[in-house]
């Protein structure tokens, strides 16, 4: 099992310009999460999912879309991209809401770079 | 806004010394994970704490939940350098996943 995998793992935007972030998982897993890390502020949630063609959104939502249309697959998209959107964007999964307690699995990361 | 907070913000020990990280929360939290992240890499998830005064150990790591679930602690004994990394709490408030801003352990051999 190949886990999570996010693609890509590097990409420059100029502001302006979009793009999307593709995360799938192989696992079988419900709940699906896109999370945001920058230096010295850990990781913040950007939208989740619980099901198929379900998402909500989380801390941090601006700036982004989310869509959840297959199970194994949940799409970051940012539209028009600005600077304060250079990050580290990790995808997430688990069996059940984690809120709940139950373990996340993570992707290895996307390093967006926005000029 | 409700958040969770962590520190200390870095940690630099002597391979052999104790470390100790502490996580914070301005709310009662249902449940409380910690995850490693190595330098470079991604959020391994290490465990769960759900019951008030709960106190978990894996080998070395050592993990309790405050009495009133507001609190939490990760304690490693004679650190190794296979446990560098940055160290994350977790909690839910309301429908969002918080996580604290991380302990960055760093060993010297």
């Known amino acids: 099992n190949a886990g999570v995998t996010q693609t890509p793992k590097f990409r420059v935007l100029k502001t302006g310009q979009s793009m999307t972030l593709l995360c799938a998982q192989d696992?079988?897993?419900?709940?699906m999460y896109w999370y945001r890390q920058d230096p010295g502020m850990g990781l913040r949630l950007i939208h989740y999912s619980v099901g198929e063609g379900t998402t909500a959104k989380g801390e941090v939502p601006d700036g982004y879309n989310v869509s959840r249309l297959k199970k194994q697959n949940f799409l970051l998209g940012l539209e028009s991209a600005a600077p304060s959107q250079t990050s580290v964007y990790f995808c997430a999964s688990s069996y059940k809401w984690t809120g709940g307690g139950n373990e996340q699995f993570f992707g290895p990361g996307t390093r967006l770079t926005v000029l | 806004g409700q958040q969770v907070m962590q520190i200390p913000q870095y940690q630099h020990v002597q391979e052999g010394e104790d470390f100790t990280t502490y996580c914070n929360s301005s709310?009662?939290?249902?449940?409380i994970q910690w995850y490693k992240q190595r330098p470079g890499g991604h959020p391994v998830f290490l465990i769960q704490l759900v019951k008030s005064g709960e106190v978990k150990k894996q080998k070395r790591l050592t993990f309790q939940f405050g009495e009133a679930k507001k609190n939490s602690s990760l304690h490693i004994t004679a650190t190794q350098t296979t446990d560098v990394g940055t160290y994350f709490c977790a909690g839910p408030i309301g429908n969002d996943m918080r996580f604290g801003a991380g302990t960055r352990l760093t060993v010297k051999p």
């Open positions: 709310t009662t939290l249902s449940n």
């Open positions: 696992m079988n897993h419900e709940y």
